[in-house]
């Protein structure tokens, strides 16, 4: 394990992070051109060698229901990964949501909207079908005749 001030080390080789003392000696780094309301990347490094890094829902890490990885037991190499994850991760700006329209022959319409986890198709306001993949939803919409407008 890498004791604190090695971690402060690894961590302040990051000049896009601004170092933040908080309390009960502990030190939060921002990094304040987050494209998010969310700008701490490094969460209460403790003397102890304890803390957390934000990544988000990046896939590749188990994180707490906030977000956060604890990296008591980070190496120097693990920590300066997770760190720059959690910067690009704050860095990129999020895919636009999906929401469009569909249509068959008849003219009639459907709306296949993504909404955190499901894929809903609704006829006007009224919630038709939900699925768990956009392609489960669309094979639904194909087989029901409909085709995306374009």
């Known amino acids: 394990m890498l004791t604190f001030e090695q971690k402060l080390e690894v961590i302040e080789k990051f000049p896009e992070l601004t170092r933040k003392e908080v309390s009960m000696k502990r030190v939060n780094f921002h990094f304040e051109e987050s494209l998010y309301d969310k700008k701490i990347v490094v969460y209460h490094l403790h003397p ?3 803390g957390f890094v934000f990544v988000g829902d990046l896939p590749h890490y188990e994180t707490d229901n906030r977000g956060l990885v604890n990296i008591r037991d980070y190496s120097a190499g693990q920590l300066r990964s997770i760190v720059a994850d959690s910067i690009d991760y704050l860095s990129q700006e999020a895919e636009p949501p999906y929401d469009k329209r569909w249509i068959n022959e008849d003219g009639e319409k459907l709306d ?3 909404e ?3 894929w809903n198709v609704y006829t006007g306001k ?3 079908e ?3 993949t956009f392609d489960d939803a669309e094979d639904y919409l194909l087989d029901q005749g409909f085709r995306e407008r374009k």
Request: proline share 7%; aromatic share 20%.
């Open 112 to 114: 296949l909207v993504f």
């Open 130 to 132: 939900s699925f768990g």
């Open 126 to 128: 009224n919630l038709e």
């Open 116 to 118: 955190e986890p499901f």
């Open 48 to 50: 102890n060698g304890n």
